[in-house]
């Protein structure tokens, strides 16, 4: 079983920064892909970012495109969102997934075998 932890959300005013953590545990944990999604209250969940494991290719919202940045340290079993110039609207949970077949959409949170329990984060205008 793969189990995801999220953490680094918190409170900061528009412009600012903040890099959220997701570690994964678990055996033989190698996913295909690894992803950043959130939500708002009332709204759906949506994708943020994504990165393949193996070859590191990333793909972005394209509301956070140039602002929010993906990456991952496999040697950690780690994934990690840099969120910079950071606007009222990002204000949400924010959740990361792990995705296990190969080859699928890493945009579609329905694709994802595992998820975290979400770290909250609050983007004061």
């Known amino acids: 079983q793969v189990q995801l932890v999220e953490s680094g959300g918190g409170f900061v005013q528009a412009g600012g920064s903040l890099r959220l953590s997701c570690a994964a545990s678990g055996r033989s944990f190698s996913p295909y892909g690894m992803g950043w999604f959130r939500q708002a209250p009332g709204k759906e969940r949506e994708f943020v970012a994504a990165v393949t494991w193996s070859g590191g290719s990333s793909y972005y919202a394209d509301s956070v495109k140039g602002r929010f940045s993906i990456s991952r340290d496999n040697a950690k079993n780690t994934v990690y969102l840099q969120m910079n110039s950071l606007k009222s609207e990002d204000t949400a949970m924010y959740y990361c997934?792990?995705?296990?077949?190969?080859?699928?959409?890493?945009?579609?949170?329905?694709?994802?075998?595992?998820w975290g329990q979400g770290t909250q984060v609050t983007v004061s205008s």
């Open positions: 997934a792990a995705a296990n077949s190969l080859y699928v959409n890493l945009y579609e949170p329905g694709r994802y075998n595992y």
